[in-house]
Protein backbone atom coordinates (compact mmCIF):
# COMPACT_ATOMS: atom_id res chain seq x y z
CA UNK A 1 0.00 0.00 0.00
CA UNK A 2 1.36 3.51 -1.18
CA UNK A 3 1.57 5.92 1.54
CA UNK A 4 2.56 9.20 1.10
CA UNK A 5 2.92 11.50 4.24
CA UNK A 6 3.80 15.06 4.18
CA UNK A 7 4.92 17.01 7.78
CA UNK A 8 6.30 20.46 8.49
CA UNK A 9 3.91 22.74 7.96
CA UNK A 10 3.18 25.42 10.38
CA UNK A 11 2.86 29.27 10.77
CA UNK A 12 5.57 30.84 9.80
CA UNK A 13 5.78 34.86 9.14
CA UNK A 14 6.23 36.65 6.10
CA UNK A 15 10.24 36.39 4.64
CA UNK A 16 10.51 33.61 7.07
CA UNK A 17 11.26 29.76 6.55
CA UNK A 18 9.78 26.19 6.75
CA UNK A 19 10.74 22.62 5.62
CA UNK A 20 8.01 20.49 4.72
CA UNK A 21 8.81 16.77 4.25
CA UNK A 22 7.26 14.04 2.46
CA UNK A 23 8.39 10.44 3.60
CA UNK A 24 7.05 7.81 0.83
CA UNK A 25 6.61 4.23 1.21
CA UNK A 26 5.03 0.99 -0.56
CA UNK A 27 5.96 2.11 -3.82
CA UNK A 28 7.08 -1.06 -5.98
CA UNK A 29 8.12 1.14 -8.59
CA UNK A 30 12.46 1.73 -8.11
CA UNK A 31 12.35 5.56 -9.86
CA UNK A 32 9.56 7.83 -9.38
CA UNK A 33 9.14 11.27 -9.21
CA UNK A 34 7.52 13.00 -5.99
CA UNK A 35 5.94 16.39 -6.71
CA UNK A 36 4.20 19.46 -4.33
CA UNK A 37 1.27 21.01 -5.01
CA UNK A 38 -0.24 23.88 -3.17
CA UNK A 39 -4.02 24.47 -2.77
CA UNK A 40 -5.25 27.96 -1.63
CA UNK A 41 -8.96 28.33 -0.41
CA UNK A 42 -10.97 29.22 -3.55
CA UNK A 43 -8.02 28.37 -5.67
CA UNK A 44 -6.58 25.52 -7.93
CA UNK A 45 -4.57 23.12 -7.02
CA UNK A 46 -0.83 24.30 -8.63
CA UNK A 47 1.78 21.97 -8.93
CA UNK A 48 5.08 23.99 -7.62
CA UNK A 49 8.04 21.88 -7.60
CA UNK A 50 8.69 18.16 -8.31
CA UNK A 51 12.15 15.78 -8.70
CA UNK A 52 12.81 13.19 -10.55
CA UNK A 53 14.55 9.59 -9.24
CA UNK A 54 15.99 8.47 -12.26
CA UNK A 55 17.74 11.58 -12.99
CA UNK A 56 17.55 14.25 -10.49
CA UNK A 57 16.03 16.15 -12.36
CA UNK A 58 14.17 19.21 -10.89
CA UNK A 59 11.21 21.47 -11.85
CA UNK A 60 9.95 24.85 -10.30
CA UNK A 61 7.06 26.83 -11.30
CA UNK A 62 8.05 30.49 -11.55
CA UNK A 63 5.57 31.61 -8.24
CA UNK A 64 8.50 29.56 -6.23
CA UNK A 65 12.08 30.00 -8.27
CA UNK A 66 14.40 31.13 -6.16
CA UNK A 67 12.70 30.57 -3.35
CA UNK A 68 12.26 27.04 -3.09
CA UNK A 69 14.44 24.33 -2.99
CA UNK A 70 13.65 20.52 -3.35
CA UNK A 71 15.58 17.67 -2.58
CA UNK A 72 15.42 14.38 -1.90
CA UNK A 73 17.10 11.07 0.70
CA UNK A 74 16.35 7.94 -1.56
CA UNK A 75 17.87 5.98 1.50
CA UNK A 76 15.10 7.20 3.37
CA UNK A 77 12.64 7.49 1.39
CA UNK A 78 12.01 11.49 1.99
CA UNK A 79 11.76 14.40 -0.27
CA UNK A 80 12.34 17.31 1.25
CA UNK A 81 11.06 21.52 0.05
CA UNK A 82 12.79 24.01 1.81
CA UNK A 83 11.22 27.09 1.55
CA UNK A 84 12.43 30.23 1.90
CA UNK A 85 11.35 34.19 1.91
CA UNK A 86 7.96 33.46 2.63
CA UNK A 87 5.24 35.63 0.92
CA UNK A 88 1.81 35.37 1.89
CA UNK A 89 0.33 34.07 -1.02
CA UNK A 90 2.45 31.29 -0.15
CA UNK A 91 -0.02 29.99 2.41
CA UNK A 92 -2.12 27.05 1.11
CA UNK A 93 -2.00 23.40 2.11
CA UNK A 94 0.94 21.75 0.41
CA UNK A 95 0.19 17.95 -0.54
CA UNK A 96 3.11 15.64 -2.26
CA UNK A 97 2.44 13.27 -5.08
CA UNK A 98 4.25 10.26 -6.65
CA UNK A 99 4.55 9.93 -10.69
CA UNK A 100 5.43 6.52 -11.17
CA UNK A 101 5.87 6.35 -15.22
CA UNK A 102 9.54 6.59 -15.69
CA UNK A 103 11.06 8.13 -12.90
CA UNK A 104 10.92 11.78 -14.12
CA UNK A 105 8.28 14.80 -13.57
CA UNK A 106 6.06 14.99 -16.29
CA UNK A 107 6.03 18.46 -17.42
CA UNK A 108 3.69 19.94 -19.51
CA UNK A 109 4.03 22.97 -21.99
CA UNK A 110 5.84 24.51 -18.41
CA UNK A 111 3.49 23.24 -15.85
CA UNK A 112 3.43 20.51 -13.90
CA UNK A 113 -0.04 18.87 -13.78
CA UNK A 114 -2.07 17.09 -11.21
CA UNK A 115 -3.69 14.77 -13.40
CA UNK A 116 0.21 12.96 -13.89
CA UNK A 117 0.37 12.27 -10.42
CA UNK A 118 -0.83 8.19 -9.36
CA UNK A 119 -0.22 8.75 -5.44
CA UNK A 120 -1.45 11.63 -3.25
CA UNK A 121 -0.57 12.71 0.77
CA UNK A 122 -3.62 14.00 2.69
CA UNK A 123 -2.04 17.13 2.88
CA UNK A 124 0.08 19.83 5.30
CA UNK A 125 -0.93 23.06 6.37
CA UNK A 126 1.00 26.41 5.82
CA UNK A 127 0.25 29.21 7.00
CA UNK A 128 1.82 33.13 6.71
CA UNK A 129 1.32 35.76 9.10
CA UNK A 130 3.04 38.06 11.45
Known amino acids: QVQLVESGGGLVQPGGSLRLSCAASGIREHYYGIGWFRQAPGKEREGISCIGSSDGSTYYSDSVKGRFTISRDNAKGTVYLQMNNQKHEDAAVYYC???????????????????????WGKGTLVTVSS
Open 97 to 119: AADVHGGRCTVIRGDLPAGAMNF
